[in-house]
């Protein structure tokens, strides 16, 4: 296992995988330029010459460690991966995470979009999901309680019984708050404005080699009024969207249900 993360350009690491016999995953993968033998050749040259330098290859190849880990995100079995955008505390402004395990063991990779550097971590495999929960830059969940909503009432396909212009009632002296309906607040959320914003995946990969991806992304927004999930759920005819605080809590359950959905 490398004991320190490592930090290296994108095309370094996708010259790896590519020598591995493998595919970039989509959160590492750029604009494809064809090479022709001979320039595959320098290029390898050149990131040969460049490992040897940081004492990353060898005589015998290249870093038993690194090796293994290039392995697994060449052709990982499991994978959790998204892409960020906005301002983060102390986070870049636009970012990937891809966080996967395979036969060379477990890793999570970050890119940072702005400057395409890459940094590669080994992770215990039993810590792959708290691994990359680790790397989602961490918000105050919004408050309140779960909103749900029929997708055609914001859509505006059919009118919701508590849509009209009263968003919240004043508390009245001696009687009960009336709080505004689901789809007011839910609207209310969403003109809000975004301080960031994520999308959150899980893929699995089957015995015989065939990839599976969860069927809809996991997304959150964040307001300044903290951070939101944003789900849609299938319904009684009409889908759901449902606006959850996103605890961390929340958001790992979330991506470990949907990791079992696909073994």
Known sequence: ???RPLTLYTPILLNLIRRRGGEPHLTLAST????DEEARRQEDQQVNALLTQHGLMGPRGLDRDLLGLVESVA???IEYYGWFEGRFPGA????AVFAGSGRGGAFIAVRDLGT???TLAAERPEELLQGFLNQIPQ???AQGQPLVVGKSELTGNRRGRDDD???IMRPVQGRATAAASPVHEVKRVMSSERVAAGSLYVAARSRAGTRRRSERPLNFIDTPQGRWLMEERPGRGDPLIVFTPATPQVIGERLRNAQSALV
């Open 32 to 35: 494809a330029t064809w090479l």
């Open 165 to 167: 212009d009263v968003s």
């Open 1 to 3: 296992m490398l004991d």
């Open 75 to 77: 052709q990982p079995n």
């Open 139 to 141: 918000v105050r969940p």
């Open 92 to 95: 870049p402004a636009n970012f």
């Open 116 to 118: 395409d550097a890459v």
